[in-house]
């Protein structure tokens, strides 16, 4: 079992930044893909971002390139990657979530599916005031 925490989420207002943070741990040693994908309310849940272990492939939702930033992990007892958001607006309001994947794909549309992934964490809530 892979346990992911979320945190950094919270009240912001539009234009400003945010970084939230994934800390996976237990089992880690197999997984491959750490991605980002968030939930507005009442909405389905969305890619946002993904990367592997290594750093050397990152994905994007097409939507979000520019803004959002995945950090290469870094990996010590725990594996940490952060999730960094710029220019924030009201419609990036929602809750965001961390995954953990044993699989590697050069796809971006197979790893922006979230059956792509076996571990999620609980969700940080980021709201985007106007």
């Known amino acids: 079992q892979v346990r992911l925490v979320e945190s950094g989420g919270g009240l912001v207002q539009a234009g400003n930044s945010l970084r939230l943070s994934c800390v996976a741990s237990?089992?880690?040693?197999?997984?491959?893909?750490m991605g980002w994908f968030r939930q507005p309310a009442g909405k389905e849940r969305e890619f946002v971002a993904a990367?592997?272990?290594?750093?050397?492939?990152?994905?994007?939702a097409d939507s979000k390139k520019g803004r959002f930033t995945i950090s290469r992990p870094t990996v010590e007892n725990e594996i940490t990657v952060y999730l960094q958001m710029n220019d924030l607006n009201p419609e990036d309001t929602a809750v965001y979530y961390c995954?953990?994947?044993?699989?590697?794909?050069?796809?971006?549309?197979?790893?922006?599916?979230?059956?792509?992934?076996?571990?999620w964490g609980q969700g940080t809530q980021v709201t985007v005031s106007s």
């Open positions: 237990r089992e880690i040693g197999n997984i491959i893909t």
């Open positions: 995954a953990s994947s044993f699989r590697y794909s050069p796809a971006t549309g197979l790893v922006g599916q979230t059956d792509f992934y076996n571990f």
């Open positions: 990367t592997t272990m290594t750093g050397h492939s990152t994905y994007y």
